[in-house]
């Protein structure tokens, strides 16, 4: 077993195997109150303690399952780490359970009033656990190396639906009491639960959607090729090993675009364009159910063997259920999101642009980039080349088998290309550059560039607008929301504003029902203070919460003199909104303090 530098946890010595949690959700006090026990197993008979991970827990008892109480001891709180629960083991005891409760403020959880609702019926509460927040409403060794097993009874207030990642046992809602049991031992940063008033609507025997009840036709509509996606992805790498594939659209504060909680993707509701142009985000999600949640990054460090496979894994989805136009140009875009992320962390993170990183003193959600999403594709991408896709595939699909329910190390990962890829043979490994892509910052410039005829329109189109101020009517008529991001991606750093004026009466860009596309286009008005867009700026980041979106456009309003004002105006109104890893995102971004 690999040291996780992100744990306290003495796994290596004893080590819970499931975890049974009951827990009763106080939404006026936004706590959870209850506990865990934890079914323990032993490979070092002489330990004398467990040691668990905890964040602003509040413990209030451990015992054993006999209901004796054990010694503890909680350590003192490390910002990202939090604090080291040792539990004394006196004898071999096979259960320690812990009572607790979390923090109001407690990082993965989000507790919305009826106000932040659609409905504006009941509160909601959703959980984020992934990288290394589940050790704030669960102790548990918060490490992705460690599995468990759990069951779970979950009680909520009167109306109000619970639902896991996990199957759903029997349910008694009118006593709000929900109950779970996840048969497969997965990670605790797999570990989510969501509650709120929440609709379900089928899509096949076993894929739907849950929604707040006014969300859910849109919802529906829009993941309608679930079951589509789960048999392409099977016939790719192997069988879906997690019975259900269902889906919750979260409310809008969700920090993220998804959440590949095993056998219930969270998802923002950013995704519902009306027009499905942007599943591959589920397509994404559903990749995750191999490349993460059965073979599973064994440290934050080795990150882009969860993302990066994914992000190859969900290009595959989309080049099959969609046509390789579509595939070849979301490789594209990757490839310019991989540019810009290098230029951008070069000079004062040039670790967060190594595929293998040394995070030992880090908050993995410091280093959290695009990176080990783009550049783990391309580098697959590469190996894929060399070898050919039908060799490739079959490797991929023989990886997932073997080491399905099991941990990776980029190290490992290595050796298994040599081995099984390679055959033993690294005559091409330094041609291949396999060492620069694994553990030099930057990339190599061996990445596969894909061809788009596509990408030759709206380029000669966003030259032919910035020299002879020529619109790209007509042909944009029939352009794809890939295309008009290209065509948006291609502008220089300066347009003037009566440029951008032109192209936003002639397009409608501001009012844009694509979430990536608005998000691009105030990207440059931001940047060019094109102020008749700021409305929509500030709309735009204060009706959703996805971090991936805030970051970029607080960065820019701040850099800019003339709209640093309006950034702190926006904030301060936004933020109580946000997510608190959100906040604590754009904490770092905006000073409040000086505006
Ligand atoms: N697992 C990630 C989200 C994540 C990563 C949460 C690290 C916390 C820490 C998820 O699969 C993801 O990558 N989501 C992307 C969408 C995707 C299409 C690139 C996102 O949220 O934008
Ligand atoms: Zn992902």
């Known amino acids: 077993m690999v040291r996780d530098p992100h744990s306290y946890g003495n796994a290596h010595e004893v080590c819970p195997s499931h975890l049974a949690l009951q827990l009763t959700l106080n939404f006026t006090q936004r706590r959870m109150d209850g506990r865990c026990d934890l079914t323990l197993t032993w490979s070092q008979p002489d330990a004398t303690y467990i040691d668990l991970d905890t964040r602003d827990l509040t413990i209030t008892a451990v015992t054993d399952g006999e209901n004796r109480p054990l010694n503890y001891e909680l350590g003192s709180p490390h910002p990202f780490m939090g604090s080291r629960l040792r539990v004394h083991l006196p004898e071999r005891q096979e259960t320690v359970c812990v009572v607790y409760h979390t923090h109001p403020d407690a990082a993965a959880l989000q507790w919305l009033t009826p106000a932040q609702t659609t409905s504006q019926r009941l509160p909601f509460l959703f959980t984020q656990s992934q990288a290394i927040l589940a050790r704030t409403w669960l102790p548990c060794m918060d490490s992705p190396g460690v599995r468990t097993t759990f069951d779970a009874v979950i009680n909520v207030p009167p109306g109000m639906t619970a639902v896991m990642g996990a199957h759903h046992e029997t349910h008694e809602p009118e006593q709000g009491r929900f109950c779970f049991t996840m048969p497969y031992a997965i990670p605790a940063y797999l570990i989510a639960l969501a509650a709120g008033e929440l609709a379900f609507r089928a899509i096949s025997d076993r894929a739907g959607v849950y929604a707040e009840p006014a969300v859910l036709d849109r919802a529906a509509w829009e993941c309608a ?13 192997g069988p879906y090993r997690w019975g259900r594939w269902d889906t919750i659209i979260l409310p809008p504060s969700f920090p993220f675009g998804g959440m590949e909680n095993p056998m219930l993707t969270f998802a923002t509701p950013t995704i519902l364009a009306g027009d499905r142009s942007l599943v591959s985000l589920m397509a994404h999600e559903l990749a995750h159910s191999w490349s993460g949640n059965l073979v599973t990054n064994a440290t934050w460090g080795d990150f882009w063997l969860n993302e990066g496979f994914t992000t190859y894994f969900e290009r595959r989805i989309v080049e099959a259920l969609y046509g390789n136009d579509l595939a070849e140009m979301q490789w594209l875009l990757g490839q310019r999101t991989l540019a810009h992320t290098i230029d951008r962390l070069t000079p004062t993170e040039p670790e967060y642009t190594k595929l293998c990183m040394n995070l030992d003193t880090h908050d993995p959600d410091d280093a959290f980039s695009e990176l080990p999403y783009e550049k783990g594709a391309n580098f697959l991408r ?16 023989q990886y997932f088998e073997d080491h399905a329910f099991d941990s990776m190390t980029t190290g490992r990962f290595l050796e298994l290309i040599r081995d099984r890829l390679f055959h033993g043979d690294v005559t091409d490994w330094d041609t291949l550059r396999i060492h620069d892509w694994i553990d030099r910052p930057g990339a190599p410039d061996n990445m596969i560039i894909p061809n788009s005829d596509h990408f030759e329109r709206t380029r000669a189109a966003a030259n032919a607008f910035m020299s002879e101020g020529q619109l790209p009517a007509p042909a944009s008529d029939s352009w794809t929301p890939a295309e008009w991001l290209d065509f948006l991606n291609s502008l220089p750093e300066e347009v003037a504003s009566d440029k951008l004026q032109q192209l936003d009466e002639a397009f ?4 844009s029902g694509n979430a990536e596309i608005l998000y691009a286009w105030l990207a440059v008005c931001i940047r060019n203070t094109y102020e008749p867009a700021f409305p929509m700026v500030e709309a735009f980041l204060c009706r959703q919460g996805r971090r991936k979106f805030l970051q970029p456009l607080y960065s820019a309003l701040w850099a800019n ?3 640093r004002d309006l950034a702190a105006t926006i904030y301060r109104q936004a933020r109580p909104g946000y997510h608190p890893i959100a906040a604590a995102t754009i904490d770092g971004i905006v000073d409040l303090s000086a505006h």
């Open 225 to 237: 090729d679930m079951d589509h996606m789960i048999r392409t992805a099977e016939a790719l790498y």
């Open 382 to 397: 590469v190996l894929e080349h060399h070898v050919g896709r039908p060799a490739f595939d079959a490797f991929l699909q």
């Open 508 to 511: 409608d860009l501001s009012q």
């Open 561 to 563: 003199p003339r709209s």
